[in-house]
Structure formats: structure tokens, C-alpha cells
């Protein structure tokens, strides 16, 4: 058993090495091959193998066994044509065309139409069939037709030889097992190729599930009107909803409102024009959300929209041409790609708005700047010439004040800017101390009634007893009430009105300073803390300034825990309001030591005191 079981493997093995390389690729037509190859080559050589036992049996042949012998070397000649060529009709055509001339030289001889070898006639059409090719089948069918027509017409003019009638039905007998056995190998050949082809089916299907299943993507099939009619096991994680969810216009539901025309006409153009479409919409993703208290079983379901990629195509349509058209589609999950996308297109904006905005602050610092340094090289021009200009002591200091308050002013304005810098970069270091709170808030405001008395703005301080000591960087402090008392009178017409006021609530100190000036504007409003931003543009501006005021006040507050809010209508005034809390040491954010240097214009205002001395 173990030797029949070897040699059917070696012949299996060698019939495997004549098929053509062309068809090793697809099982089923290196099948066909097979069965082609293998019983010609069998058959023709176990019929060529009994031929020299029949001629010790029988004798000399005759001269038509002769010929039927030696036809059986044309089926060993179509199976080496395959093997060479590969081309399995060719090869099925010349199969039929031997097969039908051996039938018919044999018939001729003994009876014609009535032979025992005419039955196999009917064998060359069923033989042709395993080429799966209706060509083959109807040239065997011809070549079948052809040689019983033949036969017939032979002998109906008596030109066929005369025969022995003693053993017609032992021929007879002997032509109709043959052929029935014959067509049982073929029927054999023909389930060994229906067997060949259900299992590649099967093992084709069984790979397209595995890759459906494992596929993150979601493979959709749609009908009439974008209608689901398949969708791969892949939606029930993208859209958290079982199969059986989105048949039919379930998975349109889904859709996001707004997205739905462009979903629809997506598919309904690749359905009519029959180019592929892409688009992205949001589609509705259920989660199971767990509050904590109810089990697994009892969670209830949340729903977020979700970005989706689908990119569809027409199916290739019925061979009838009958039928709507189908559209296959894949989805794909692309929150985080738009989620980017947003991100960057955010950031781009506050990249071009900062650019904006700096390029105004530049624009409004050509005031700024120039100004107070032209009044420096142009009174020190004027001193270092005193002899020739023939200056006098009183203007002397006159010109050396000019130049020290131009050098202040100069120095405000960098040192405005290196803060903000410091503040954006977390270098801004500041040192908490105990301060009685009410004192500060009250030097300020002596500081700028000067500027109040002389923009003629009323300037009005109101503080409670006993407001309490604060904890927090005292020269930051008093930065932030300059800046915001400043800016309250410079914004604040002629005959208008300053009120700062000051309470203590629930560990806090709440500063509020208001004012009846110009307002700012519900658009501009949002925008108030931005570095560089001023509220009106520089075209209509009537008071200077570098738009670093509120933004360095807005850093100091954060640097000490605290919050401001500034609420303001256009034309009838603002109200900021400062909460900080009494001990800024619990409360501030944690900040890294400083190690900039912070480089001024000390060396201009020292120079413009000396002058000033000695021209006293």
C-alpha cells in the first residue's frame, strides 16, 4: 500500500512539473492543466503498453489497428503542446479534433453510422467541456456533428466497406463500455475541478473575512439611493454599533446634518459617472460611558461625532447591463488627522494675528522711540557746543532735564518690553514681602493726580478701614496700579471721572479701577492682554503708548495666583478688576529662577544727573 501510495505522489508530483509556468499562479486553471495532462499521458501510455500484449496474443495487426494504435500518440503530443504553451483551449480543440477523426477512421471501418465506435461521438463535446470555454465546446460539437454526418451520408452511398455482422453486439457492448467508462473519467475530472474550484472559493471568502474582521478600515457596499447592503465587522468598532445597525439608510442617520449632502453626492456621483469620490464627513459614534454607580450592563450610551474618510468607486456592472449600479466604499477614522488640521490652522491664525500685532506695535513705537531719542542727541548736541551756542547755567538744566526725562521715558518703554519677554519665556522672577496694601494703593494714586488735575479728569480714591496687609512683590504691585490708573486717565476725556476702589473678600484683596473714558469695543474686547494689542488702530490713535500696559499687568497677576476681568461698552467706559489673593506665597504659580540679565538705559539717566548737578 505504501508503494502504490509513493508512486501515485511521483506521478502527482511529475504531472505537477508540465504544467505551464503561466498558470502555477491560479489554482484552478493549474487544475485544469492537471486534469488535461494527466490521463492522456496515463491513458496513452497504459494503451500503448497493452498494444505489445495484444500483438503477442493476436498476432500480425491489422492494417487498422495499426492506426488506432498509433493514433494514441496524439494525446501524449496535445499534452506536451499545454506544457509548452500553456494554452489549455488550443490544446482542448486539438484533443476533440484527433478524438473525432480516431472515432470516425474507426467507424468507417466497421459499419459506419451503426459502428460500435459511433457512441463515442457523443464523449468529444462532453471531453471539450472541462476547458470551460463555450469555443471549445461548440468546435468539439462541430467536429462531432460533422463526423456522424459524415458516417451517414457514407453510408447511404455505399461507399463504406462491408462488414462481418457475427460480432456487432459484441462491439456493440464492448463500444458502450467504453465510452461509459470513458465519460466516468471525465466525470471524475469535472468534480475534481468542481471540488478545486469550491475550495479556492471557499479559501478566497475565508480570507476577505479574515481581512475584513482585522481591517481597521470599513469596507461598505451601497445601492439605490447610497442604501447599505453589505458593511464589513470593522463599523462596530468605528461607529460603535453592531452590523445589523447600519443596513439600509441606518448608516445615513449617522451622518452628520450639515455633511449629508456631500455624503449622498459623493455616492450618487460615483454611481452615475463612475470615477472614484472622496470625501469627508462626521459621522455619530456611540460609547458606552460608565458613571461609576451603574454595573457594565447598566451603562448608559454617549454619542460624539467623529471625522470620516470614504473613498468610493462604481462596482462593475451586469453582464445584462440590467440592474442599478452599486458603489463600494472604504471608511476611515480621521478625528486626529482633523483635530491637527484645526491645531494648526489655530495656530497659524494667532501666528498671523501676532504678526499683526507686532508689526502695529512697531508701527506705534516709531513715536514712542524716536521722539525722546531725538531729544537726546539733539539737546547733547547742543551741550557738548555750549561755548558756541553760548548756553547760560538755567538753560543748561533745562536741556539736561530734558534729556534725563527723555531717557526715563525710554527706559519705561524697554523695560516694558524685556518684562513682557520675561513673562512669555516664565523667567519673571518676583519677590513676595508684607506691605500694608491701603498705603500703596494711596502713593499711586498720588503719583498720577498731578496727571489727572492736569488732563482735568477727576481722579477719586475710596478704601475701607482696615484693609489688610498683603503678602506679594510690592514693586510688581505697585507696577500693576500705575499701569491700570494710567491707562484709566489716559483714555478718559476732559471732565471725566477715575474711581478706584478696594475691598477684602474670602482671603482676597479685589482692586477695581473705573473709569467714564473712551470704551472699548465688544471685538476688541477678547483681545485686551495681548502683547502688541491696542484697542484702536494707529491711524486714529490720539494717545501714546506701546500696547504692553494691560499685558504686563495681566502677567503680574498670574505671577501672584490671581485673576483679572475687565468689562468695558464702547463710548461709556471700563471697569478692570484685580483679585489677589493676601498671601501670594499659597497661591502664586511655581516659577523658574531667573537668569537673564536685564540691561536699561541706567548709564543715559546717570549721565543726564551729573549734568544736571553741575549745571545746579
Given amino acids: 500500500m505504501y508503494t502504490s501510495v509513493s508512486l501515485l505522489k511521483s506521478i502527482r508530483d511529475y504531472v505537477d512539473t508540465l504544467v505551464h509556468p503561466s498558470a502555477i499562479a491560479d489554482g484552478l486553471t493549474a487544475s485544469r492543466h492537471r486534469v488535461f495532462i494527466a490521463p492522456r499521458l496515463i491513458g496513452s501510455v497504459a494503451a500503448l503498453a497493452a498494444f505489445q500484449i495484444y500483438l503477442v496474443m493476436r498476432g500480425v495487426p491489422s492494417a487498422l489497428e495499426v492506426m488506432v494504435f498509433a493514433w494514441l500518440v496524439l494525446p501524449i503530443l496535445t499534452a506536451y503542446y499545454l506544457s509548452r504553451t500553456g494554452q489549455l483551449e488550443n490544446a482542448h480543440v486539438f484533443s476533440s479534433l484527433a478524438l473525432t477523426g480516431l472515432v470516425t477512421a474507426v467507424a468507417s471501418e466497421t459499419g459506419g453510422i451503426a459502428s460500435f465506435a459511433a457512441i463515442w461521438l457523443v464523449v468529444v463535446p462532453f471531453e471539450a467541456a472541462l476547458s470551460a470555454s463555450r469555443r471549445v465546446v461548440a468546435l468539439a460539437s462541430t467536429f462531432s456533428l460533422a463526423a456522424g454526418g459524415l458516417l451517414h451520408f457514407l453510408g447511404t452511398q455505399a461507399m463504406l466497406p462491408p462488414t462481418d455482422g457475427s460480432d456487432a453486439g459484441t462491439l456493440a457492448a464492448l463500444g458502450i463500455i467504453s465510452a461509459a467508462l470513458y465519460a466516468t473519467g471525465l466525470a471524475f475530472g469535472a468534480e475534481s475541478l468542481a471540488r478545486t474550484s469550491s475550495w479556492l472559493l471557499y479559501a478566497e471568502k475565508d480570507l476577505y473575512r479574515l481581512l475584513a474582521r482585522n481591517m481597521t478600515d470599513v469596507i461598505t457596499r451601497h445601492g439605490r439611493n447610497g442604501a447599505v447592503l453589505f458593511v464589513s465587522p470593522g463599523a462596530e468598532t468605528l461607529f460603535g454599533a453592531k452590523v445589523s445597525e447600519l443596513h439600509s439608510h441606518r448608516l445615513f442617520d449617522r451622518v452628520h446634518v450639515a455633511d449629508r449632502p456631500a455624503y449622498l453626492t459623493a455616492l450618487a456621483d460615483a454611481a452615475a459617472l463612475g470615477e472614484a469620490r472622496s470625501v469627508e464627513f462626521r459621522v455619530r459614534r456611540d460609547a458606552p460611558a460608565n458613571d461609576g454607580a451603574a454595573s457594565a450592563a447598566l451603562a448608559s450610551v454617549t454619542s460624539q461625532f467623529i471625522w470620516v474618510e470614504m473613498r468610493c468607486r462604481r462596482l462593475d456592472p451586469a453582464a445584462d447591463g440590467t440592474g442599478d449600479p452599486e458603489v463600494v466604499a472604504v471608511m476611515r477614522d480621521v478625528t486626529e488627522r482633523k483635530q491637527l488640521e484645526e491645531a494648526l490652522d489655530c495656530a497659524?491664525?494667532?501666528?498671523?494675528?501676532?504678526?499683526?500685532?507686532?508689526?502695529?506695535?512697531?508701527?506705534?513705537?516709531?513715536?514712542?522711540?524716536?521722539?525722546?531719542?531725538?531729544?537726546?542727541?539733539?539737546?547733547?548736541?547742543?551741550?557738548?557746543?555750549?561755548?558756541?551756542?553760548?548756553?547760560?547755567?538755567?538753560?543748561?538744566?533745562?536741556?539736561?532735564?530734558?534729556?534725563?526725562?527723555?531717557?526715563?521715558?525710554?527706559?519705561?518703554?524697554?523695560?516694558?518690553?524685556?518684562?513682557?519677554?520675561?513673562?512669555?519665556?516664565?523667567?519673571?522672577?518676583?519677590?513676595?514681602?508684607?506691605?500694608?496694601?491701603?498705603?500703596?494703593?494711596?502713593?499711586?494714586?498720588?503719583?498720577?493726580?498731578?496727571?489727572?488735575?492736569?488732563?482735568?479728569?477727576?481722579?477719586?480714591?475710596?478704601?475701607?478701614?482696615?484693609?489688610?496687609?498683603?503678602?506679594?512683590?510690592?514693586?510688581?504691585?505697585?507696577?500693576i496700579l500705575l499701569n491700570l490708573v494710567s491707562n484709566a486717565v489716559k483714555f478718559t476725556d476732559h471732565g471725566g471721572r477715575v474711581t478706584v476702589t478696594a475691598t477684602a473678600e474670602a482671603g482676597d484683596i479685589v482692586v477695581a479701577v473705573e473709569d467714564t473714558g473712551v470704551g472699548i469695543s465688544a471685538d476688541d474686547l477678547p483681545r485686551i492682554g495681548q502683547p502688541f494689542f491696542q484697542a484702536r488702530g494707529a491711524y486714529d490713535r490720539r494717545h501714546d503708548g506701546t500696547g504692553l500696559g494691560l499685558s504686563i499687568v495681566q502677567g503680574l497677576v498670574g505671577l501672584h495666583g490671581g485673576e483679572l476681568n475687565i468689562a468695558s461698552r464702547l463710548g461709556e467706559g471700563t471697569r478692570v478688576t484685580v483679585r489677589l489673593p493676601i498671601n501670594c506665597e499659597t497661591a502664586r504659580p511655581v516659577r523658574k529662577p531667573s537668569n537673564v540679565a536685564h540691561p536699561s538705559f541706567d548709564r543715559v539717566v546717570e549721565a543726564a544727573e551729573v549734568l544736571i548737578k553741575k549745571t545746579a
Avoid: W
Wanted: with cysteine.
Fill in 348 to 479: 497659524r491664525a494667532e501666528a498671523d494675528q501676532a504678526n499683526a500685532s507686532k508689526v502695529k506695535f512697531l508701527a506705534n513705537m516709531s513715536h514712542e522711540l524716536r521722539t525722546p531719542l531725538n531729544a537726546v542727541i539733539g539737546f547733547s548736541d547742543l551741550l557738548m557746543n555750549e561755548e558756541r551756542m553760548r548756553l547760560d547755567g538755567p538753560r543748561r538744566q533745562e536741556y539736561a532735564k530734558l534729556i534725563n526725562d527723555s531717557g526715563t521715558h525710554l527706559l519705561s518703554v524697554v523695560n516694558g518690553i524685556l518684562d513682557m519677554s520675561k513673562m512669555e519665556t516664565g523667567d519673571f522672577e518676583i519677590s513676595p514681602e508684607p506691605f500694608a496694601s491701603a498705603q500703596v494703593i494711596g502713593n499711586c494714586c498720588d503719583i498720577l493726580a498731578l496727571k489727572a488735575r492736569e488732563s482735568g479728569v477727576d481722579l477719586t480714591v475710596r478704601l475701607p478701614a482696615g484693609l489688610p496687609d498683603l503678602t506679594a512683590d510690592k514693586r510688581a504691585f505697585k507696577q
